[in-house]
């Protein structure tokens, strides 16, 4: 387990490196992460990820009430609760709205990974695109889960991205990624087609990924090690 002062160091790294990156604006975008006591450590709301500091960081417990700290919570924490209560496995949500991902994700376009053949071993055969659900609904939650049993990283239409992972890093580097290949998909489109590498090629790639400790496959292999 990391320990908590390392952890508000790392929160308040990522949040300012996503604010630098262009993956957020205005108030946009949220980080959390699990802590020893089965609470979580995150983000207050309407703050710029740019100004985030270890005073402003607040403490909640698994229904998102405040423990600690002088901020409210974000409405999306929902998500990163709804994310944290599915996989025991995750210790860290990142969620942000880069631009090219997300204009993928309103276009209802899904961010394809067999383009690439590291990006299969990363991500899997594909990035979920989750369905579009009114914030604040029991929807808007529930349609995260299914999603979540192979990934670790989300594309929720007409939102932005989701990330999970054993640690901050891990999750800050998968929105990098996200954002990188719909930039590379995007550049392919208009230079004529995305094309894919081939299937054989997709499945012997899914097969490293499970051998990584990656996917539901990946995670059952690591815990039976
Ligand atoms: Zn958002």
Redesign the pocket.
């Known amino acids: 387990m990391i320990p908590r002062r390392v952890l508000e160091d790392q929160l308040v790294l990522y949040s300012q490196r996503l604010h630098q990156a262009g993956f957020v604006a205005n108030h946009?975008?949220?980080l959390s992460a699990r802590l020893a006591d089965g609470r979580f450590l995150a983000t207050p709301t309407a703050i710029s990820k740019a100004n985030v500091t270890r005073e402003r960081l607040i403490v909640v417990d698994s229904e998102g009430r405040v423990v600690s700290g002088t901020g409210k919570p974000f409405t999306?924490l929902a998500l990163h609760l709804a994310t944290y209560r599915v996989r025991a496995d995750v210790m860290a949500v990142i969620?942000?709205?880069p631009p090219v991902a997300t204009g993928f994700a309103v276009a209802g376009v899904a961010v394809r990974t067999a383009m690439i053949a590291e990006a299969v071993v990363s991500l899997g055969a594909v990035v979920p695109l989750v369905m579009y659900a009114r914030p604040k609904t029991p929807e808007w939650t529930a349609a995260l889960a299914p999603h979540l049993e192979d990934a670790d990283l989300l594309l929720?239409e007409h939102?932005?991205a989701l990330t999970c992972g054993p640690d901050l890093e891990t999750c800050y580097l998968r929105m990098e990624l996200v954002e990188h290949l719909a930039k590379i998909q995007l550049a392919a489109t208009q230079v004529a087609a995305a094309r894919d590498i081939p299937a054989a090629d997709v499945q012997k790639l899914l097969e490293a990924r499970t051998a990584a400790g990656l996917g539901k496959a990946g995670r059952q292999l690591s815990t039976k090690r």
């Open positions: 946009d975008g949220n999306e969620h942000a709205h929720l939102h932005g």
